[in-house]
């Protein structure tokens, strides 16, 4: 399934998203991670995720090496807005959509080493006091 939005993104396009997500009956616990925008966070949202049992965990506050999606935006950025030109809208979302639906075949190696949620721990690390 596929959700788009190529308007502005506030606490009721969240909400329809979520009633999307509610209506494809996963079987399953569902969690939806989100970053920490005013319009994710916000009680409507929280209230109507409840009622559906949806999870939602909010990753910590300045945090975009945690945050995968951030990762696939920047590959999909360089893949199709560097350098190219789009005559109009409608092509541009069409190459992203393109892009995205090829994350899994063309794309998936370079996505593999890219979208890891392997972290630099430093465990002899001494802090000084400023």
């Known amino acids: 399934m596929l959700i788009t939005n190529d308007t502005y993104i506030n606490a009721e396009s969240v909400c329809a998203l ?3 997500i509610a209506l494809l009956k996963i079987a ?3 969690t939806l991670v989100l970053d920490n925008a005013r319009y994710q966070k916000c009680q409507i949202v929280a209230a109507l995720a409840r009622s559906l049992d949806i999870e939602l965990l909010f ?3 300045y945090s975009p090496n945690l945050n995968l999606i951030e990762r696939l935006w920047k590959f999909v ?3 199709v807005l560097y350098s190219k030109y789009y005559f109009d809208f409608d092509g541009f979302k069409r190459s992203i959509s393109e ?3 090829q994350t899994h075949t ?3 190696k370079e996505l593999d080493s890219l979208l890891t ?3 630099q721990v430093f465990r002899k690390c001494k802090f000084v006091p400023i």
Do not use: Q, W
């Open 18 to 20: 979520l009633r999307s």
């Open 28 to 30: 399953v616990p569902i």
């Open 59 to 61: 990753l910590p506050a």
């Open 77 to 79: 950025k360089k893949k």
């Open 99 to 101: 892009c995205l639906n």
């Open 106 to 108: 063309t794309h998936k």
């Open 117 to 119: 949620l392997r972290f």
